[in-house]
């Protein structure tokens, strides 16, 4: 997926400063920041094609923990590297902010943050593990969250999961990729 859709660095809006964390996307659509804003796109802001398709192992993992009747229509992979981290934020560019946001953990620990629906809300911090997983739903779907940072690995622990496969070469060492699936439309009832 990641030789289809390699990563690419974001940037915020307005300023155009570079995110720290690297992406890419798969399935029908995908997350971009750029000078322009935030936003879903159907093709890639760099090669211009189309993201590849969403593998089906993401779609069982949506249906089994996501608890959504319609199926994600994008899912961002954010690369972070050991010093990477992102700021509290809302995931709120989605046209249905009724459907949950499912995020899948693999590498590096993180440390997330998380708080309430107005960015002053008191936060708290847990630990996202390698096969943690995520989901923001209901009440908690507008929640502000983010990541301090990246922990680095414990000597003489392995990192990630018994039998976990190695992370693609994009992800540099004591780094983290990170699966986001999300439902950017609303469905439409059948």
Do not use: K
């Not at 700021?87 to 693999?106: F, I, K, T």
């Not at 096969?131 to 983010?146: C, K, N, T, W």
Request: glycine share 12%; proline share 14%; charged share 20%.
């Amino acid at each position: 997926m990641l030789r289809e859709a390699p990563p690419f660095t974001p940037r915020m809006p307005r300023t155009g400063a570079p995110l720290s964390v690297r992406m890419t996307n798969c399935g029908p659509l995908g997350w971009v920041a750029d000078r322009a804003g935030y936003r879903y796109q159907a093709s890639h802001p760099e090669t211009g094609r189309p993201w590849p398709a969403m593998p089906a192992l993401l779609g069982e993992a949506w249906a089994a923990l996501a608890g959504a009747g319609a199926p994600p229509e994008a899912c961002l992979v954010n690369l972070y590297a050991p010093g990477a981290r992102m700021g509290l934020h809302q995931d709120r560019d989605e046209e249905d902010v009724c459907a949950p946001v499912l995020s899948l953990s693999l590498g590096a620990t993180a440390v997330f943050r998380y708080g309430g629906t107005r960015r002053g809300d008191p936060t708290r911090s847990v630990r996202l593990a390698s096969g943690d997983a995520l989901v923001m739903g209901g009440p908690s779907r507008l929640i502000f969250h983010g990541v301090d940072r990246i922990l680095p690995p414990v000597p003489g622990l392995l990192p990630g999961l018994p039998g976990a496969p190695a992370l693609p070469e994009a992800v540099p060492p004591g780094g983290r990729l990170n699966l986001t699936l999300r439902r950017v439309s609303r469905a439409v009832p059948a």
